[in-house]
Each structure stands twice: as structure tokens, then as C-alpha cells.
């Protein structure tokens, strides 16, 4: 991650007194992450999280940290995100919008087997399943929009080769956006970063998720393609491992059984999941930002992923 807003103790001193946390005793930035300034907070009350958003504003912050607070109340692993004394989740912070969240125990499980696999599934359901009566409403802000209005900026960047698989995908997904199996999928709130990055384990038991400041109104499918290509495959390759794509999706299918249109929108799901990531990564790339600690992540990974469900494609759902 990247640490774009310095912050101090000192800085802390006054702005946490408004919280229920007692004194701020230990600030330390977070390296590894790419979109907003994170810290872990130790204070007299225990062991947080600070966030400050360098992309998110006021107005479209309460959607996350809300749904981060529907989901902790429902016994979904999520962080608690903490109230000042005016009942604020959300807070100004060097004129930036921030938020303290409680710190989840356990370490990202980097390189999952089967039985990790199946713990991310079975919770993905869930959150599904505790997200439907989420009040509020906000479109995935990474979704076919974004995606759009986003490959124009960065086709000058690319390769003759490369820019035309980035416009002939984008083609391929606003036509399966606009067909009837599409609009039959289920929807509701979905996290749609669920990398490896942002869940903990503790040994082989799931002991959270969080990093929901990518979270939107989306379908519950392209959730679970954006984490099947992150959990599921051979890093070097992109290519899926069988075993461990049957072990999530039966697992989720266990808690929330596939629909008929999400057995016909699988293998396009999962093109769709790796360019939205690969064109992330592109933006990111090429017209980075500037911050203290920031480490981009590699396009040409998203671009061999979906070259590679394009070539071959994945396990039928419950297979
Ligand atoms: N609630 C939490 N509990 C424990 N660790 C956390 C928590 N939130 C963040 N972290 C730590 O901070 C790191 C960065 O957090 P996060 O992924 O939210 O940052 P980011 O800038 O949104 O990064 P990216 O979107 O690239 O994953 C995580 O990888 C994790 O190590
Ligand atoms: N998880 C994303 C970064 C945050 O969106 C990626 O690996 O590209």
C-alpha cells in the first residue's frame, strides 16, 4: 500500500480524542496495499486501524463503512468500524476523510489450499446472504462505467496486439451486460476485491475480510469471479486450479445454490472479473499517483488471466 497522507502520533494527540479509544500510544504506516493511507493504531483501548481515503469522498464513504457495520452485526468476520462521540464513522483527518476500524487477528493466507478456499466461498455466501436487507444503494464503482469511460485513457499506453484484445473485451462484456441472462443474475451489495491480501486465517479457519472500500451494488457472480481468479490459480500461468475453483464454488453453492443464469454467465463472469482488474492495474500504471510507499501491481497479470479463460474455459459451477 501506499502511505499518501503522512500522519504523526502528535497529529493524533487531539483528533482521537472525539473517539471512545482513550490515548493514541503507537502509529505505524501499512506497506503492502495500493489505494488508501492505512496505519495500525494502538491505543490505551487496544489495537486498530487507521484509514485515510485518498479516492473515496464524504458522500460516498457511508456506503462502506455502513456495510461494513450491517455485516459485523450479523456475525460476518468483517472490522467493526468505530463511532466518534457524535455517532460519525467518518471523520476529517488532514482534510481527508478517515475512519478507525477494529484490527482483525491472523495473516493473509498467501498461497491457499483447497480447505482455504472452501472457508472464502462458504463466508463469500454469507455476506451475500446478510447483505440483501442493506439499506443503502451504490453502484460498483469499478463496474462497466467505469470500465468504458476508463479504456479510452489508456489505449494510447498499449501495444497495437494489446489494445485490441482491451477493446474487443470491452465489447464482448457491454453485449453480455446488455442480454437476459445477465439481467437475471441476483445482486446486492458484494465486496469485489476479495484478493488474498484482504482475508486473514488463523491456521486453517478464516478469521476475517475487510478492505470493502471497493464494495458496490453489483452481481453476487462477478463477486465471486473476482475472488476465484485471485484464490484459484497458478500465479505464474493464470491458469485455474480445478481443485481449488470446485472447493470455493461448492462452498458457496453449499450456502447460496447457483441459479440457472449463474450457471450461463459463469465463463463470461470470469473474463469480466480479470479486465476489470487488468484495467485497474493499466490506469494504476500508467498514470500512477504520487505517495511515500506505493507498490503498483503488475498488469500484464490480469492480461494472462484473461487471455487465459478466454482460451480455456473453467469447471462448470458444482462441478
Ligand atoms: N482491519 C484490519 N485488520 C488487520 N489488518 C488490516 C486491516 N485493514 C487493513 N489491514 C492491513 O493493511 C493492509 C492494507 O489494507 P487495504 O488492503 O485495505 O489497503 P488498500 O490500500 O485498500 O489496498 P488494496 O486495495 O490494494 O488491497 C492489508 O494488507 C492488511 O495487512
Ligand atoms: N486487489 C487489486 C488492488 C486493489 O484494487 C489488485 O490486485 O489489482
Known amino acids: 500500500m501506499a502511505v499518501f497522507t503522512p500522519v504523526t502520533l502528535d497529529d493524533l494527540s487531539q483528533w482521537i480524542k ?30 486498530y486501524v487507521l484509514t485515510i481515503f485518498e479516492n473515496l469522498d464524504f458522500e460516498q464513504l457511508p456506503f462502506y463503512v455502513q456495510l461494513m457495520r450491517h455485516l459485523a452485526d450479523r456475525g460476518i468476520p468483517v472490522p467493526a468500524p468505530v463511532a466518534n462521540d457524535a455517532g460519525e464513522l467518518v471523520v476529517a483527518l488532514h482534510g481527508k476523510p478517515a475512519a478507525i476500524v477494529s484490527k482483525l487477528d491472523g495473516s493473509s493466507q498467501m498461497d491457499p489450499q483447497p480447505v482455504h478456499c472452501a472457508e472464502v466461498g462458504a463466508m463469500l455466501a454469507k455476506m451475500h446472504l446478510a447483505g440483501r436487507d442493506f439499506p443503502l444503494h451504490q453502484p460498483n464503482l469499478r463496474g462497466l462505467d467505469w470500465w468504458t469511460e476508463t479504456v479510452p485513457k489508456v489505449l494510447p499506453y498499449l501495444d497495437t496486439g494489446t489494445a485490441a484484445l482491451l477493446r474487443s473485451e470491452l465489447a464482448f462484456q457491454r453485449d453480455f451486460a446488455a442480454g437476459t441472462t445477465y439481467a437475471a443474475l441476483e445482486r446486492g451489495p458484494v465486496h469485489a476485491d476479495l484478493f488474498r491480501n484482504n482475508v486473514m486465517f488463523v491456521g486453517e479457519r478464516l478469521s476475517g475480510c ?38 470455493l464454488t461448492r462452498a458457496y453453492h453449499a ?26 492495474r493499466l490506469f494504476d500504471f500508467h498514470r500512477p499517483r504520487a505517495a511515500e510507499m506505493l507498490t503498483p501491481h503488475d498488469p500484464t497479470h490480469f492480461e494472462r488471466v484473461l487471455r487465459e479463460r478466454i482460451a480455456h474455459g473453467a469447471p462448470d459451477l458444482t462441478a
Open 18 to 47: 472525539q473517539f471512545p479509544l482513550g490515548k493514541a500510544v503507537a502509529l505505524k504506516g501499512i506497506a503492502s496495499g495500493i489505494e488508501n493511507s492505512n496505519f495500525f493504531l494502538t491505543t490505551e483501548r487496544g489495537e
Open 210 to 247: 475487510f478492505d470493502f472500500y471497493f464494495a458496490g451494488w453489483d452481481t453476487w457472480l462477478f463477486d465471486l469471479a473476482v475472488t476465484v481468479n485471485d484464490w484459484c490459480i497458478d500465479l505464474d500461468t493464470g491458469r485455474l486450479d480445478d481443485a481449488r475453483v470446485i472447493a
Open 255 to 280: 450456502v447460496r445454490p447457483f441459479t440457472a443464469a449463474d450457471h450461463a454467465a459463469w465463463q463470461p463472469m470470469l473474463r469480466a472479473a480479470a479486465l476489470r482488474f487488468w484495467l485497474s
